[in-house]
């Protein structure tokens, strides 16, 4: 079956480039999602990627997409306090639904 | 352009109880889909509506239901609520079946 999976914590400095890794299974998938989830709040769409694209870069945000080993990466880059959140990686399947990782909460120290 | 709209914000029902949950999608999106977050089983797939048509659903049991209307406006509905129900409840809109999807705030419902 479709399986995600996403390490459950980072830790970095406000300034450093952060990194969150995903793995998936399901090499059927068209998009490939990266949403932000705050304290009490819904998902926020941050970016996303179609399958045949390799890397997108989106002002402070690059993905990176290698189909050969199904690995996905989100780069923050100068990562500030206000992007301390869980972080899910999603794929959108030719079931029509979204796959979901565990999500990868991040904690940026000052 | 709003974004997508979920109504109640916060619910608090008994063990027994039925409930209906209203969401709102992105003006021209026609796309809804449904999901139930909890801590243990993390973001769960309940069912995709488009053009008042269910496309897929979820291994939920048939407690769950839902509809979407002419106007795109979706609704779930939970009967005989057990303890386990008590999640976030997210509905997630998009144009089409495939397209970018942009989730609400989301409800939460607490089942005591």
């Known amino acids: 079956g479709e399986d995600v999976e996403q390490s459950l914590f980072l830790s970095v400095r406000e300034g450093d480039s952060s990194v969150i890794n995903c793995t998936y299974t399901?090499?059927?998938?068209?998009?490939l999602y990266w949403y932000k989830q705050e304290p009490g709040a819904g998902l926020q769409l941050l970016t996303y990627?179609?399958?045949?694209?390799d890397m997108k870069q989106d002002q402070r945000l690059t993905v990176l997409l290698n189909k050969k080993d199904k690995h996905l990466s989100l780069r923050i880059a100068d990562t500030q306090t206000g992007d301390s959140a869980i972080y899910f990686c999603?794929?959108?399947?030719?079931?029509?639904?979204?796959?979901f990782g565990q999500g990868t909460e991040l904690s940026v120290k000052p | 352009k709003a974004g997508v709209t979920q109504t109640p914000r916060y619910l608090i029902k008994t063990r027994g109880q039925q409930v209906t949950l209203s969401c709102s999608p992105i003006?021209?999106?026609?796309?809804v889909s449904w999901y139930q977050q909890t801590p243990g089983q993390g973001l769960q797939f309940l069912f995709e509506?488009?053009?008042?048509?269910?496309?897929n659903k979820g291994n939920f049991p048939g407690r769950f239901s839902g509809r979407q209307f002419s106007n795109s406006r979706s609704e779930m509905n939970v009967s005989t609520l057990e303890l386990g129900d008590s999640a976030l409840y997210l509905c997630?809109?998009?144009?089409?079946?495939?397209?970018?999807?942009?989730f609400g705030p989301g409800t939460r419902l607490t089942v005591t």
């Open positions: 003006s021209g999106h026609r796309s």
């Open positions: 999603a794929l959108y399947n030719q079931g029509g639904k979204l796959i």
């Open positions: 990627i179609f399958s045949n694209m």
């Open positions: 997630a809109s998009s144009q089409a079946p495939s397209g970018e999807q942009y």
């Open positions: 509506y488009f053009s008042e048509t269910q496309r």
């Open positions: 399901d090499s059927s998938s068209t998009y």
